[in-house]
């Protein structure tokens, strides 16, 4: 008798220019420096969302792809890429479905952070150094899109 496997679950299609990261999802890091709101809007586009951190493991999984591509365009900070999370009410930081960065799991600020620096500091990045820290919306930096397996 002939046992019949259950089929396996469908496969999410992803692009061919991202970099699986095992157990993690699939990333892709642009040099070209852009805007919070423009490097939202590419990876969109690109059927991915801006890196959001679910935990130092992500983190330090996904890391060699920054340290690979050290030649990053026009951006302003290169130690920093942003991270899908935006400034909600009060100091809640909140990921484009609305949940909260406590909820996602990787709230690991650098030092000082948030600091709301200037008044104005709505958007979420990450240093190199695994720190989160809140900038300006309009800073252009480097970026990274992420899509889960």
């Not at 809640?92 to 949940?99: A, E, H, M, N, R």
Request: with cysteine; aromatic share 8%.
């Amino acid at each position: 008798m002939v046992q019949r496997m259950p089929p396996l679950p469908p496969q999410r299609s992803h692009r061919r220019d991202y970099n699986l990261v095992s157990n993690h999802g699939y990333y892709e890091l642009h040099t070209l420096a852009k805007t919070w709101d423009e490097a939202r809007r590419i990876c969109l586009s690109e059927g991915s969302r801006l890196l959001v951190l679910n935990s130092v493991e992500e983190f330090t999984a996904s890391k060699p792809i920054w340290d690979r591509n050290p030649d990053f365009i026009d951006t302003q900070h290169k130690g920093y890429i942003p991270v899908g999370l935006r400034n909600g009410k009060e100091t809640t930081f909140l990921t484009d479905s609305g949940v909260t960065l406590t909820d996602m799991g990787y709230e690991i600020w650098d030092n000082n952070e948030p600091n709301d620096a200037g008044g104005n500091e709505s958007c979420t990045s990450v240093k190199i150094t695994g720190g989160l820290s809140d900038m300006q919306c309009d800073l252009k930096l480097a970026f990274m899109c992420e899509q889960e397996i």
